[in-house]
């Protein structure tokens, strides 16, 4: 069974600072992986997503993430915290064997950005 | 395009009261999802249409019943609202099942008294 481990709930960082929002998964196959994020009120949109090409992947907003095989770790990255950062980031996996592909998610980070 | 829609926004309902939350997607997308999400739980599977015509539980489908009624529409009912029931309901839809990305509607604030 598929699983996501994303490690603390809640992050807070400086503006201008180094964000790192931790993600472990576990899978049988080969995993697909994605990084959401959910400003207050509103649903979640992709940040990025990995499917077995590069393994460091771009997203949106300056964001990006890498997949680590040997760790089973896909941790999401931006150099430098903006105050538009702050929302709840979700960490997500889907094990792409054949079939539906049934998606978990992680429960959460929510990302503080201090002035 | 207007993505994936979601109503109501915001619904309380009384115990043992009925109700249908409306999704309609326009991105031509075959599957559709019912995710509720709850403080420190993340987002749980309530059931999925992985394409027209087909409809299967997720993790916690017990109280909920669902429809694909075509391609765009995926509702889901709640035949006698309960308070372990108050929560938020995301409807989202994928091109193909997991394997891509998945597009998330605005969401239902739902309160059961």
């Known amino acids: 069974a598929q699983s996501v481990t994303q490690l603390g709930s809640h992050v807070s960082v400086s503006e201008g600072a180094l964000v790192l929002l931790r993600c472990n998964y576990s899978?049988?196959?080969?995993?697909?992986l994605f990084w959401y994020v959910q400003y207050p009120n509103q649903g979640l949109q992709l940040l990025l997503k990995y499917t077995s090409a590069a393994t460091l992947v771009k997203g949106i907003n300056g964001f990006e993430a890498e997949f680590k095989k040997s760790e089973t770790s896909f941790h999401l990255t931006k150099p430098s915290a903006h105050m538009s950062d702050a929302a709840e980031y979700f960490c997500?996996?889907?094990?792409?064997?054949?079939?539906?592909?049934?998606?978990?998610f992680g429960i959460g980070t929510k990302l503080q950005v201090i002035p | 395009n207007a993505g994936v829609t979601q109503t109501p926004k915001f619904q309380v309902l009384k115990t043992g009261q009925s109700m249908t939350l409306q999704c309609a997607q326009d991105m031509n997308h075959n599957s559709m999802y019912w995710y509720r999400q709850d403080p420190g739980m993340g987002l749980r599977l309530i059931y999925y249409?992985?394409?027209?015509?087909?409809?299967d539980k997720g993790e916690v489908p017990n109280g909920y019943n669902v429809s694909r009624l075509n391609k765009r529409e995926f509702s889901l009912r709640l035949e006698s609202a309960a308070p372990s029931q108050t929560s938020v309901y995301f409807c989202?839809?994928?091109?193909?099942?997991?394997?891509?990305?998945?597009?998330f509607g605005p969401g239902t604030r739902l309160l059961v008294l």
């Open positions: 249409s992985a394409s027209e015509g087909t409809t």
């Open positions: 997500a996996v889907s094990d792409g064997a054949g079939g539906y592909q049934k998606v978990t």
């Open positions: 989202a839809s994928s091109d193909r099942q997991g394997l891509t990305a998945q597009y």
């Open positions: 899978s049988s196959v080969p995993p697909y």
